[in-house]
Structure formats: structure tokens, C-alpha cells
């Protein structure tokens, strides 16, 4: 079959389309990637290695200062559906008449497509068409009452269904808007919920989450799927260690890794950020690697219990560690409890609250932090509970004993490849 997909987001939306293209791939299909990255993020040599093509759609205006800022403000933002409606106006609306445009070209080009939940250009040029259309949730924000919504607290089930209605009358009143006029330019009626119509699909929903982590609420409808993590191979799996962290690793026991990601190039400043993390190691009394842009800090001291890093494959570093502290993006997080590690969560937006709860909830990791109330005694505290807890530390192996038994990219194959032959002959609608 012809498939195309579309994307929209950081680094960490963009490498499960990543992983899912090159299983569909190497499963016979012939494959386009249509990518819109907020940092405007060139993936082309992904496409080359992994046999399948690559667009890049529009390009964002966003400069290290101003991107800082934006991001600043969002960082210090407390209401969820501000903070992500600020990220939206700055980093999605700038570029959806050229994200429309190239979901038109996926449509007329492919038997089916399948995009990023937040993708509703792809949900409007899909419905134009006829051309099928499956969703995929790299977060599971999928209504239930099973669970709250994002940066909620779990109070039960009644009151997780009110904050579920709640949360999606906010969002209809402030994301909507814009997007119904869209629907109306394009001769379409806007849809009726954003969480339960736009971002889903009334085919084929394919969530890439960990069953063992997130098992499925049995409430969910049958079109939604728990696939697994797309899991696209790290980079340099081959990948050496330096002969000075060889030598750090084996002078003592096994060191935290503290790394902030993606998140870190967004910091207004990262002298702090880094600093706090020094901070809350010494506190904490441990080892650990530092993963920071040590090259554009200036002169800073660190005590030889502290490895410097500026970027390691995950997959490869992790294993030796005791714990890790990250900001809570899906990537990060399949990495720590695939390596078998508990995590500790500093939040800065997006969803990365709701995988600090899903890790809580888990057992695999304690109270998730904010990044804008972090201080170094929290962090710290928050490190210890993770180091000193072997509770925490055999459920965090036991999940990732489990996780490194799934395969996500080949189920969410079998689950396209089986709804689109019960599909077959012809192009219906997105919805049935």
C-alpha cells in the first residue's frame, strides 16, 4: 500500500513517525513522512537510511531568543489549556495552511494516512477526500474516567469524569475557535469535541504507550488501540564508551543520570537549570552524570563525583545508572524504564505531567516535580526517594522486563494492515 503520515512537534513527536515509517517500510509499504518541527529540525538522513520519504512542511519562526521566551512563558504558566494553547498560537497555527496543504498532497497520493492526534489539518483533508485515516496518540489523553487529565490529581472516578468534562468545555472554548473556521472555509461542519472528535479517529486510534505501563482502560471504545512504544533504535547503537566515562563508571557505584532534553535548549537559562542540578547532587550525596550544554556554560566547577555529558544514547548509558531525572517526555521515559530504571519527573508543560503521574501510579517513580517550582532541596529529596527505594527500583525493572518483550511499530502495523484490508475495495470516508 501507499501510506502517508504527518506530523507536528518537538523531536519527540516526530521519532515515533520516525519508527512506524521504517516498520512499514521494511513491511513492504511504500511510505511518505510529512514533518512540521518546531525547531525546524532537518530528518531527511532518516529517510535515506530507512527507505521512505520525507517532507518537510513550512518552517516556524523561531529563533533561540524568542523561542526561549515563548517558552518561558509557558514554563511559568499553572493552566494546562493556557500553556498549551500559547504553545499552539507560536508553534502550530504559524504553519497549518502548509500542513493543510501537504495533507492534501498525502490524501491524493496514498490509499490511507495516518497522523499525529494534534494533526487536525490531516482530519480535514482526509474528510475532503475519502481517503482513511488513523490517529496516533504518542499520550494517552483519551477521556475516561479511569484516569484524570493531564496535571490533575487521581481523586476517583467520579471526580476524574468531571474534570474529563470539564477540561474538554475549556478546550472546545479556547482551542476551537480557529479550528472551526477552518472547517467552515473548507465547506466541512466543525466537529463537536476536540478530545472525542478532532484528535481521534473513527477508525483506527493507535496509542504508542506501553501496555505494561498504561494498561488500557476498559472503558475505551474497540477503535482504540495500546500498541507499545514506537521504538525508533537510538542513535549510535554501535556507539563506544569514551575511555573517561568507562573509568567514571567503574570508579564507584552506579551514578543518576540528570537530563532535561529537548527541554534544555528551550531554557531562558541554562547556567541555572544546570547549576540547580548540581546543586541537588551534591545534596543528595551521589554520583551522577550531567547531560547539559557544558561547551556554552563558561567556566563551572563540578566535584569529581560528577560526569560531564552533552548528549549519549540513552539506550546504550542508561543501564549502568541508578535512577534518572528527566522532564518526563515519552522518549525518555520508554528509555529509563526500558533500561529497568526508576525515574524522577521535573516536569516543564505539555504532557509531561500525566507520564509523571502514569510513572507514580506505576510504582516506578516518586511525586513528579515542577519546573517552575524545582529547587535544588526538592530535586534532591526526590533522588534519594528514588535511590533508596528497592521497591521502586523492582518495579521499574519488572515494567521494563516487560516493555523490551513488546513490539509497538509491528502491532500498529498488524492493526493498519488488518483495518484497511476489512476497508478494501475503495475510499470511503475518514469516518464510517
Known amino acids: 500500500m501507499n501510506i502517508g503520515l504527518q506530523t507536528w512537534g518537538t523531536e519527540g513527536d516526530v521519532r515515533p513517525f520516525i519508527a512506524l515509517a521504517a516498520g512499514l517500510s521494511a513491511a513492504g509499504h511504500n511510505v511518505t513522512l510529512a514533518v512540521t518541527e518546531i525547531r525546524n ?49 507560536h508553534f502550530f497555527d504559524p504553519a497549518v495552511e502548509d500542513m493543510l496543504a501537504a495533507a492534501r498532497r498525502l490524501c491524493e497520493e ?9 494533526m487536525w489539518p490531516l482530519k480535514i483533508a482526509a ?47 479556547m482551542w476551537k475557535p480557529p479550528i472551526d473556521r477552518v472547517y467552515r472555509r473548507e465547506g466541512l461542519a466543525p466537529e463537536k469535541s476536540l478530545l472525542r472528535d478532532i484528535y481521534s479517529s473513527e477508525w483506527l486510534n493507535l496509542v504508542s504507550v506501553s501496555p505494561s505501563l498504561f494498561p488500557p482502560p476498559p472503558d475505551w471504545q474497540d477503535r482504540f488501540h495500546v500498541c507499545g512504544f514506537f521504538n525508533l533504535a537510538e542513535d549510535g547503537q554501535s556507539w563506544d564508551f569514551p575511555d573517561d566515562l568507562r573509568r567514571f563508571l567503574e570508579a564507584g557505584p552506579p551514578p543518576v543520570y540528570l537530563t532535561f532534553g529537548s527541554m534544555l535548549a528551550s531554557e531562558p537559562n541554562p547556567l541555572e537549570i544546570t547549576t540547580l542540578m548540581i546543586n541537588a547532587v551534591k545534596k543528595a550525596g551521589i554520583r551522577a552524570m550531567i547531560q547539559s550544554k557544558w561547551d556554552e556554560l563558561g567556566a563551572i566547577e563540578t566535584p ?22 528527566h522532564h518526563g517526555g515519552a522518549g525518555t521515559t520508554q528509555s529509563a524504564l526500558g533500561a529497568g530504571r526508576p525515574s524522577v519527573i521535573v516536569a516543564h508543560a505539555s504532557d509531561q505531567p500525566l507520564w509523571g503521574s502514569i510513572l507514580q501510579r506505576a510504582g516506578a517513580a516518586p511525586k513528579f516535580l515542577l519546573r517552575r517550582s524545582v529547587t535544588a532541596e526538592k530535586l534532591a529529596d526526590a ?14 525493572a519488572q515494567i521494563g522486563q516487560k516493555m523490551n518483550r513488546e513490539d509497538g511499530v509491528r502491532r500498529a502495523i498488524e492493526l493498519i494492515e488488518a483495518g484497511s484490508a476489512l476497508r478494501a475495495p475503495g475510499r470511503d470516508t475518514e469516518q464510517p
Open 304 to 325: 569529581p563525583e560528577i560526569f560531564r555529558i552533552t548528549r549519549a544514547p540513552h539506550q546504550q548509558v542508561f543501564p549502568h545508572c541508578a535512577a534518572v531525572v
Open 41 to 89: 529540525t532537518d530528518f531527511s538522513e532518516y529517510g535515506k537510511d530507512l527507505r521512505f520519504s520525507i517532507r518537510r512542511v513550512g518552517r516556524l519562526s523561531c529563533d533561540g531568543d524568542r523561542l526561549k521566551a515563548i517558552v518561558h512563558q509557558a514554563f511559568h504558566e499553572k493552566n494546562p489549556a493556557k500553556q498549551g494553547l500559547l504553545v499552539s498560537t
Open 383 to 396: 533522588i534519594m526517594a528514588a535511590c533508596n527505594s528497592p521497591e521502586m527500583a523492582l518495579k521499574a
Open 110 to 118: 496514498n490509499d490511507l494516512v495516518v497522523g499525529h492526534f494534534f
Open 127 to 173: 474528510r475532503q477526500s475519502g481517503c482513511p485515516k488513523a490517529t496516533v496518540y504518542t499520550t494517552p489523553i483519551i477521556p475516561s474516567p479511569r484516569l484524570p487529565p493531564p496535571g490533575m490529581g487521581d481523586y476517583g472516578r467520579l471526580w476524574n469524569a468531571l474534570w474529563w468534562r470539564v477540561t474538554d468545555a475549556v478546550l472546545n472554548r
